[in-house]
């Protein structure tokens, strides 16, 4: 139904246009004066000014261009997100918003506009003063402006329409947003004026694999810092700076070269209104916001998630790459920036909104965010174990800023946020693989486990139990038993006999310390008549999943031992 209205729309102006009488003196040309990148995230991306030079008959004359017209910008496969200036529970018909279109780029009626036509011409209604633009069945509508009728003959006269905003969020990347104007007066290349190309512009990245600490091993007690989170942004305009109000009260001002900023043409304090006017009488503005004014410059959310106890997260205030910096705000995302002070800690889960202070504007600004991990080890299980997920989003988010409450909002995000493992700790753990342990047919197994954590070099000691995980053939056959706790320099002794009783295969024995290591001895009953038979071998030590795994949070074996970078890595890893 929103589609048929808008269509609907659509073709009443073009009727209106076709109705024009062929007397008509003023012929308009339309074109994007700038074509900019809109980040694919965004949902009020700031799109090119659509301009349109009208030329003047020969006799000077405005033939059925005097008095009121109406200029409606419609645009294709994506909404207008210009902010709307009304407060409520809901919408009017015809929403006030921040967009406006200026007469030879005058913003008030003193003063001479851009191609010199006379903004004091009070014969003409509304020639100096902005004329709003309201949304109306998703169209921008520009109505009651007046064309200059004290022109000369062969003499242009400007259009100008901005503080235009699109959600670039609703295409995908690579698509060109495009535009159409119709009005009551002719108009040249009306239809598909490209407002800008949305392209994907935010990359989040951590090295892999994560950083993987170990539970029993303290950090120094100012952490560990670690440099493998990396914000960056894929096109040179993404991360932007603080509105400049000195450029951006210049109608054309807001996109020239090296300026990049969250705001288009703000009106406040310009052309003869009062510096802190809200907008242009008589502009509707229920909000009392500042028409082309953004609420900050880009912020960037970084998420920190599953933080085991124990454990203490801390980043700086400030990061940044060369000339470009962002600063953490105590307000979160949608306050006003309010500096934070000190390093920032967070525990168990928590974020850090970081704002664009300065931005370089030519080159590709990447951020790389240094994180501190604090614990101190205490027995027999602080830190816990656990991995911690990291994501980033620009901010605010669709989620936090509503259409109806748009008191910030400007700009506002799509949260493209995806948790991914940064930092793992690790239990202090060793897997010992016994390969063959039998009490079948007349034999017996023994086997021992040392915790070999004391020793002359200095070595944390540790305690603790083994799960002893029993597969093959057997009563005791896909079960696991428990040690009791092994005590740092000493060694547990058992026979499968009275541990699996009947077993025959293999176990693997999970200990909660590190520095075990194990030994089997199979014997058919040395010392009886006609036996003898023994062998003796040591537990293999299997490489802890979570540990060098690529993939931590899935627990799994791994294949290859990544611990090791040189090609003798490959396989299990096996050791002793």
């Given at each position: 139904?929103?589609?048929f209205?808008?269509?609907?729309?659509?073709?009443?102006?073009?009727?209106?246009i076709?109705?024009?009488?062929?007397?008509?003196?003023?012929?308009?040309?339309a074109?994007?004066a700038?074509?900019?990148?809109?980040?694919?995230?965004?949902?009020?991306?700031?799109?090119?000014?659509?301009?349109l030079?009208?030329?003047?008959g020969?006799?000077?004359?405005?033939?059925?261009?005097?008095?009121?017209?109406?200029?409606?910008?419609?645009?294709?496969?994506?909404?207008?997100?210009?902010?709307?200036?009304y407060?409520?529970?809901?919408?009017p018909?015809?929403?006030?918003?921040?967009?406006?279109?200026?007469?030879?780029?005058?913003?008030?009626?003193?003063?001479?506009g851009?191609?010199?036509?006379?903004?004091?011409n009070?014969?003409?209604?509304?020639?100096g003063?902005?004329?709003?633009?309201?949304?109306?069945?998703?169209?921008?509508?520009?109505?009651?402006?007046?064309?200059?009728s004290?022109?000369?003959?062969?003499?242009?006269?400007?259009?100008r329409?901005?503080?235009?905003?699109?959600?670039a969020?609703?295409?995908?990347?690579?698509?060109?947003?495009?535009g159409t104007?119709?009005?009551?007066?002719?108009i040249?290349?009306?239809?598909?004026?490209?407002l800008?190309?949305?392209?994907?512009?935010?990359?989040?990245?951590?090295?892999?694999?994560?950083?993987?600490?170990?539970?029993?091993?303290?950090?120094?007690?100012?952490?560990?810092?670690?440099?493998?989170?990396?914000?960056k942004?894929l096109v040179?305009t993404?991360?932007?700076?603080?509105?400049?109000?000195?450029?951006?009260?210049?109608?054309?001002?807001?996109?020239?070269?090296?300026?990049?900023?969250?705001?288009?043409?703000?009106?406040?304090?310009?052309?003869?209104?009062?510096?802190?006017?809200?907008?242009?009488?008589?502009?509707?503005?229920?909000i009392?916001?500042?028409?082309?004014?953004?609420?900050?410059?880009?912020?960037?959310?970084?998420?920190?998630?599953?933080?085991?106890?124990?454990?203490?997260?801390t980043?700086?205030?400030?990061?940044?790459s060369?000339?470009?910096?962002?600063?953490?705000?105590?307000?979160?995302?949608?306050?006003?920036?309010s500096?934070?002070?000190?390093?920032?800690s967070?525990?168990?889960s928590?974020?850090?909104?970081?704002?664009?202070?300065?931005?370089?504007?030519?080159?590709?600004?990447?951020?790389?965010?240094?994180?501190s991990?604090?614990?101190?080890?205490t027995?027999?299980?602080?830190?816990?174990?656990?991995?911690?997920?990291?994501?980033?989003t620009?901010?605010?988010?669709?989620?936090?800023?509503?259409?109806?409450?748009?008191?910030?909002?400007?700009?506002r995000?799509?949260?493209?946020?995806?948790?991914?493992?940064?930092?793992t700790?690790?239990?202090?753990?060793?897997?010992?693989?016994?390969?063959f342990?039998?009490?079948?047919?007349?034999?017996?197994?023994?086997?021992?486990?040392?915790?070999?954590?004391?020793?002359?070099?200095?070595?944390?000691?540790?305690?603790?139990?083994?799960s002893?995980?029993?597969?093959?053939?057997?009563?005791?056959?896909?079960?696991?038993?428990?040690?009791?706790s092994?005590?740092?320099?000493?060694?547990?002794?058992?026979?499968v006999?009275t541990?699996?009783?009947?077993?025959q295969?293999y176990?693997i024995?999970v200990c909660?310390?590190?520095?075990?290591?194990?030994?089997?001895?199979?014997?058919?009953?040395?010392?009886?008549?006609?036996?003898?038979?023994?062998q003796?071998?040591?537990?293999?030590?299997?490489?802890?999943?979570?540990?060098?795994?690529?993939?931590?949070?899935?627990?799994?074996?791994?294949?290859?031992?990544?611990?090791?970078?040189?090609?003798?890595?490959?396989?299990?890893?096996?050791?002793?």
């Open positions: 139904m929103a589609d209205r808008k269509m609907f729309f659509v073709l009443a102006a073009v009727v209106m076709m109705a024009i009488p062929a007397s008509a003196q003023i012929s308009c040309t074109f994007v700038n074509q900019p990148t809109l980040r694919q995230e965004g949902i009020t991306e700031p799109a090119g000014d659509v301009i030079t009208c030329s003047v020969s006799s000077g004359l405005l033939g059925s261009q005097t008095g009121p017209q109406t200029l409606s910008l419609y645009v294709g496969g994506t909404s207008i997100t210009s902010r709307q200036l407060s409520g529970t809901s919408a018909a015809s929403i006030p918003t921040e967009a406006a279109l200026l007469v030879d780029d005058c913003v008030t009626n003193s003063g001479t851009l191609y010199g036509g006379a903004c004091t009070t014969a003409a209604a509304n020639v003063t902005p004329t709003q633009g309201f949304l109306q069945n998703g169209a921008l509508v520009f109505s009651g402006f007046a064309f200059p004290n022109v000369v003959a062969g003499s242009q006269i400007q259009l329409l901005t503080n235009i905003r699109v959600n969020n609703s295409v995908a990347s690579g698509t060109f947003i495009t104007v119709l009005g009551t007066f002719p040249q290349n009306q239809s598909g004026l490209v800008g190309v949305a392209q994907s512009s935010l990359s989040v990245s951590v090295t892999s694999p994560p950083t993987s600490f170990t539970q029993c091993n303290s950090t120094p007690t100012n952490g560990s810092t670690v440099t493998s989170l990396t914000v942004e040179q993404a991360f932007k700076s603080p509105a400049s109000t000195t450029t951006n009260t210049t109608p054309s001002g807001w996109y020239q070269n090296n300026v990049n900023t969250e705001s288009q043409t703000i009106f406040t304090g310009i052309g003869g209104l009062p510096p802190t006017s809200g907008v242009p009488t008589p502009w509707s503005d229920g009392n916001a500042t028409p082309g004014q953004a609420d900050s410059s880009t912020r960037i959310r970084i998420n920190f998630s599953n933080i085991p106890a124990g454990v203490t997260l980043l700086p205030v400030t990061i940044g060369g000339t470009s910096t962002a600063t953490a705000t105590t307000s979160g995302d949608v306050g006003s920036f500096m934070a002070t000190g390093p920032i967070l525990t168990s928590g974020s850090v909104t970081y704002q664009v202070t300065g931005q370089s504007g030519s080159a590709i600004d990447s951020y790389t965010v240094p994180v991990v604090l614990y101190t080890y027995p027999p299980s602080t830190p816990a174990v656990g991995t911690i997920l990291v994501s980033a620009y901010a605010p988010t669709s989620a936090e800023v509503t259409v109806l409450n748009p008191s910030f909002g400007i700009p995000f799509a949260d493209t946020s995806v948790l991914t493992p940064i930092f700790i690790a239990a202090c753990q060793t897997d010992l693989l016994f390969t342990l039998t009490n079948q047919a007349g034999f017996d197994t023994g086997f021992e486990i040392a915790n070999t954590s004391s020793d002359p070099f200095g070595t944390s000691a540790q305690n603790g139990t083994c002893l995980n029993w597969y093959g053939s057997g009563p005791a056959a896909g079960t696991a038993t428990t040690t009791p092994i005590a740092a320099g000493t060694a547990y002794t058992n026979l006999s541990a699996a009783a009947g077993f295969g176990m024995a909660n310390f590190q520095f075990g290591h194990g030994f089997a001895f199979i014997s058919d009953g040395y010392g009886q008549p006609g036996r003898g038979l023994s003796g071998y040591l537990a293999s030590v299997i490489p802890t999943p979570g540990v060098q795994a690529a993939a931590p949070t899935a627990a799994v074996r791994n294949a290859t031992d990544s611990s090791k970078t040189s090609s003798n890595g490959a396989g299990e890893g096996l050791n002793q």
